[in-house]
Nanobody
Framework: QVQLVDSGGGLVQAGGSLRLSCGAS???????MGWFRQAPGREREFVAALNWIGGTPKYTSAVEGRFTISRGNVKNTVYLQMNSLEPGDTAVYYCAAVRSIVVATVPSQYDYWGQGTQVTVSS
């Protein structure tokens, strides 16, 4: 069982930046790690993911060029750097993990989830 704790959300103006962090209870070196988000009244959607062999990360087109997913120097931490934030990015953001090399983009493909952190972008 992998426990995930995500943090770093907050209120920011449009154009601002936030960095989300996800701490895992074990080294992420054997996990594919992802970030998802869910806005009120909408389904949970994929944001970004990367696997443990250092392959090319995947991003949803809505955040391509603005968000960056990365692993921390501490081997059980993953970050989501969010720049040029827009009101449409407002949602609860969730960290997720799965013991697979596949960089999955569907929520049902992930086995472990953080509790979520709220990101609110004001216009």
């Amino acid at each position: 069982q992998v426990q995930l704790v995500d943090s770093g959300g907050g209120l920011v103006q449009a154009g601002g930046s936030l960095r989300l962090s996800c701490g895992a209870s074990e080294r992420t070196g054997s996990l594919t790690m992802g970030w998802f988000r869910q806005a009120p009244g909408r389904e949970r959607e994929f944001v970004a993911a990367l696997n443990w062999i250092g392959g090319t990360p995947k991003y949803t087109s809505a955040v391509e060029g603005r968000f960056t997913i990365s692993r921390g120097n501490v081997k059980n931490t993953v970050y989501l750097q969010m720049n040029s934030l827009e009101p449409g990015d407002t949602a609860v953001y969730y960290c997720a993990a799965v013991r697979s090399i596949v960089v999955a983009t569907v929520p049902s493909q992930y086995d472990y989830w953080g509790q979520g952190t709220q990101v609110t972008v004001s216009s």
